[in-house]
């Protein structure tokens, strides 16, 4: 009978994927994962996936489960010696593995969100939210400000023209329509590709964008132990950044203490003209 059981659930996990939070809700979300699930042979990557796990199933798809949500998981990372131990631990309904892009860390961030997206074709869901594997929230997805038939993302940058796209959460209908606008900017980036990537600027056309929090933070949130604008009421990024420099892991949320005061970065560039690349310094 033991043995019947085992050939049983391997059948069913054979057929029906392995993702363990799939429930019967009354609605349907795809959690989508882009980018770095461990470090890299340089040390690059989250400071321990782990712990960013836990704080996404704390704060993300425990209080969806509790809303009678189902959630099915989608990601695209590249290869290491612990996938294995992240398929484990995710569960995936889906997934794509790949060697490391060569192509600029702009193009290679939308090029693994695209490939992520992609997984959630062909089922409708009333709530997608993408995300990445090196992020510590500070806050449950019931105290985010959530408009359901919007673009949703965290805050506005303190240069306007940008917003944060570490988080992004809008309704399946659009899915479509966000895949093809990457295809687009992978084909024929914008100008602005060249001071901070289009993910920073992208919003579909379809529905109106909204902000979470109405104040305004940096969207480079690395080290808020040095500069004040970096602090954000959503999350701490988890993760080393190229250099070996760490940034918020354990450090407080204020940076009062730190000697040399707070760098402001108040953006007043005028929008480069259509078809100008520029670099901006800040």
């Given at each position: 009978?033991?043995?019947?059981?085992?050939?049983?659930?391997?059948?069913?996990?054979?057929?029906?994927?392995?993702?363990?939070?799939?429930?019967?809700?009354?609605?349907?979300?795809?959690?989508?994962?882009?980018?770095?699930?461990?470090?890299?042979?340089?040390?690059?990557?989250?400071?321990?996936?782990?712990?960013?796990?836990?704080?996404?199933?704390?704060?993300?798809?425990?209080?969806?489960?509790?809303?009678?949500?189902?959630?099915?998981?989608?990601?695209?990372?590249?290869?290491?010696?612990?996938?294995?131990?992240?398929?484990?631990?995710?569960?995936?309904?889906?997934?794509?593995?790949?060697?490391?892009?060569?192509?600029?860390?702009?193009?290679?961030?939308?090029?693994?969100?695209?490939?992520?997206?992609?997984?959630?074709?062909?089922?409708?869901?009333?709530?997608?939210?993408?995300?990445?594997?090196?992020?510590?929230?500070?806050?449950?997805?019931?105290?985010?400000?959530?408009?359901?038939?919007?673009?949703?993302?965290?805050?506005?940058?303190?240069?306007?023209?940008?917003?944060?796209?570490?988080?992004?959460?809008?309704?399946?209908?659009?899915?479509?329509?966000?895949?093809?606008?990457?295809?687009?900017?992978?084909?024929?980036?914008?100008?602005?590709?060249?001071?901070?990537?289009?993910?920073?600027?992208?919003?579909?056309?379809?529905?109106?964008?909204?902000?979470?929090?109405?104040?305004?933070?940096?969207?480079?949130?690395?080290?808020?132990?040095?500069?004040?604008?970096?602090?954000?009421?959503?999350?701490?990024l988890h993760r080393i950044r190229g250099g070996g420099d760490i940034n918020s892991k354990n450090h407080a949320r204020f940076s009062h203490h730190h000697t040399s005061g707070h760098r402001r970065r108040d953006h007043h560039h005028a929008s480069p003209k259509i078809?100008?690349?520029?670099?901006?310094?800040?």
């Amino acid at each position: 009978a033991c043995l019947e059981q085992m050939i049983f659930f391997f059948f069913v996990k054979q057929c029906f994927g392995a993702a363990a939070h799939v429930s019967s809700g009354s609605k349907a979300a795809a959690l989508v994962l882009r980018g770095m699930s461990v470090r890299d042979v340089n040390g690059k990557g989250p400071i321990d996936w782990q712990e960013s796990y836990k704080s996404l199933k704390k704060n993300y798809i425990n209080p969806r489960l509790t809303a009678n949500y189902s959630i099915d998981i989608f990601y695209h990372t590249y290869e290491s010696e612990s996938i294995s131990q992240v398929e484990y631990t995710y569960k995936p309904q889906r997934s794509r593995i790949t060697k490391h892009f060569t192509k600029n860390r702009f193009a290679a961030q939308q090029t693994s969100l695209l490939l992520a997206l992609e997984l959630a074709q062909g089922k409708e869901y009333d709530e997608i939210c993408v995300s990445r594997f090196d992020l510590l929230f500070l806050s449950p997805v019931t105290e985010w400000r959530i408009d359901p038939g919007a673009f949703n993302v965290p805050f506005r940058d303190i240069d306007s023209r940008k917003h944060c796209d570490v988080l992004w959460i809008f309704p399946g209908f659009v899915l479509e329509e966000i895949i093809r606008d990457l295809r687009l900017i992978l084909q024929k980036p914008p100008h602005h590709n060249a001071r901070g990537g289009e993910l920073h600027y992208y919003r579909p056309k379809s529905i109106p964008i909204k902000f979470m929090f109405d104040q305004k933070f940096s969207s480079d949130t690395d080290w808020p132990e040095r500069f004040s604008y970096n602090i954000n009421p959503l999350y701490k990024l988890h993760r080393i950044r190229g250099g070996g420099d760490i940034n918020s892991k354990n450090h407080a949320r204020f940076s009062h203490h730190h000697t040399s005061g707070h760098r402001r970065r108040d953006h007043h560039h005028a929008s480069p003209k259509i078809g100008e690349r520029r670099l901006i310094l800040l």
